[in-house]
């Protein structure tokens, strides 16, 4: 069986992320990604722009354009919020912080694992794992950059990932993730809430 993206509801991140980071009336118009901070993109955007080990999991949140056409860069210590209810199925160190990987339960898929999982960050505190969320919730905060060979300024790496498979969560890594024997990854941005714009063309997606 192979998921898609109808498998998860459409996520109110965008709306929850206003709300927890009061951006006010300004909010958020659109975000904006350069193509590298994409779904299966091969290279890295910051830095040197070298190769990436695998291609690219997710998504990369570091702009937005907010109500005045500015575009703004997202900094250490923004609050994330949980896309849906769920579980913290896993916390795993990751190259900038820590990766907070949820379960979720969802109507359309009543054998797969469905897993959103959110990168560079520093958990809430008294996140752990075993305990449930629920959507809109602040599980975390942007971390901070650290002194690497390829500077990397701030952001937020989502990946939505699924699995028809019986998994231990004790074996779930970047490795695992990265199996397509072991999950199906699914570009977020068919599940995101908002209006996305390429740096490279300033075309607009309505999602």
Known sequence: MTANASFFPK??????????????EKGITAWVFHPDMLFGATRNWWGSK?????????????????GDNRIVSIDEGIKVPAM???????????FLGKSII????????????????????VPAQGLI?????????VIATVAP????????????????????KAISFTTIDWA???????????????????????LDNDAASQQ
């Open 129 to 137: 794992e075993g305990g449930h969320v629920k959507g809109g919730q």
């Open 102 to 121: 949820l379960e979720h339960w969802f109507p359309k898929d009543r054998q797969g694992l469905s897993l959103t999982i959110y990168g560079h960050t």
């Open 50 to 66: 070298g190769q990436r080990p695998n291609p690219h999991e997710g998504i990369d949140i570091c702009l937005y354009r907010d």
């Open 11 to 24: 996520a109110l991140f965008t709306e929850a992320f206003i709300k927890a980071n009061h951006l006010g």
């Open 176 to 198: 695992a993730i990265n199996n397509p024997e072991t999950f199906h990854l699914i570009d977020p941005l068919q599940i995101l809430d908002g209006i996305h714009v390429l």
């Open 145 to 164: 950059p650290k002194s690497t060979k390829s500077f990397a300024p701030p952001h937020l790496h989502l990946t939505i990932a699924w699995s028809s």
């Open 84 to 94: 849906y209810d769920g579980a913290v199925a896993k916390i795993v160190p990751d």
